[in-house]
């Protein structure tokens, strides 16, 4: 297959589906005509140029290409035959095997994305199964990095890994974030102040990290080594469990990653 002449998102009302299709109509892989998106109740209010539709059999039939974004638990209600196409799916903890037994196809591949596809900042990791060509390896690549970065990964155990670890990482900032603007309003800070204030910090860490060349666990040395408030706050947070808090936290996703596709 060369270029996609048309994709087709299965749940595409949804969140990481909204980003997947905005992401691919900016980025001009399908115009928004040969871009089909199912919903299960009112159509939703973006792309109204694409092609809208409860009826997910007809969604595939009109699709090159077939991305699968519904929750894992609406997973076992799909009812579709892919019919040997390209099939992707962004779901969490469900297996190519599974994969390729519901949507009859043997060219599917498992992607992980994250919540930052919403401002193309997505970094997903994917694998494919064996009847992926290298034409549809170069179509995953055009698709998945519209999103923001993408790595294809040698293992499904490195999908279920990085569900938790990249999958679910945006939030773990944010719960940082959350963490540092509750102490600083319990403190008396003005709320827009410690918001403005904290995302900026965010914003900018991720800048630092990307441009500097040297590990984190560098940087966070350098601080250590400073012997200011930073140092201080470091080897507090850490006496308070700071790093076992992460294990332990990337260790239930990872559980849950792999408990999920059980389930189904
Ligand atoms: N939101 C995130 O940060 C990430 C989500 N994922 C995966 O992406 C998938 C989608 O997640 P979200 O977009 O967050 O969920 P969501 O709940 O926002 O979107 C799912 C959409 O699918 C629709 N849907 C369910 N059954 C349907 C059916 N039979 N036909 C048509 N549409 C149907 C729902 O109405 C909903 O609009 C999940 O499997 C999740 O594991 C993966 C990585 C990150
Ligand atoms: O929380 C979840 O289950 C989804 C999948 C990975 C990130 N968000």
Not at 45 to 57: D, E, H, I, K, V
Not at 174 to 185: E, K, N, T
Not at 218 to 235: K, S
Not at 237 to 256: D, H, N, Q, S, T
């Amino acid at each position: 297959m060369g270029e996609p002449l048309s994709i087709g998102i299965v749940g595409g009302g949804g969140w990481l589906g909204r980003a997947f299709a905005e992401a691919i109509i900016d980025a001009q892989i399908v115009p928004p005509e040969q871009l089909t998106l199912s919903h299960r109740s009112g159509q939703p209010g973006f792309l109204p140029s694409a092609t809208w539709t409860r009826n997910n059999q007809e969604l595939v039939d009109r699709s090159d290409v077939v991305i699968v974004s519904v929750r894992p638990q609406d997973w076992p209600a799909i009812e579709i035959s892919a019919h040997g196409k390209l099939a992707m799916s962004v779901m969490a903890g469900i297996p190519l095997d599974q994969l390729a037994k519901r949507l009859k196809t043997d060219r599917i591949v498992r992607a992980l994305p994250n919540a930052a596809a919403e401002v193309r900042n997505s970094y997903t990791p994917w694998i494919g199964s064996q009847g992926v060509t290298a034409d549809d390896r170069n179509v995953v690549r055009r698709i998945l990095e519209a999103c923001g970065a993408a790595d294809e990964v040698k293992s499904e155990a490195d999908i279920d890994y990085l569900t938790g670890l990249t999958g679910s990482g945006p939030a773990f900032p944010a719960l940082l974030a959350m963490a540092m603007i509750d102490d600083a309003v319990s403190r008396g800070m003005n709320p827009d102040i410690a918001r403005r204030g904290v995302s900026a910090v965010l914003v900018g860490t991720g800048k630092l990290l990307e441009a500097r060349a040297e590990n984190p666990k560098d940087i966070v040395q350098t601080f250590v080594d400073y012997r200011g408030t930073t140092a201080a706050a470091i080897e507090a947070m850490r006496a308070a469990g700071f790093e076992a808090a992460v294990r332990e936290g990337l260790a239930a996703a990872l559980w849950k990653s792999v408990t999920m596709g059980q389930a189904t």
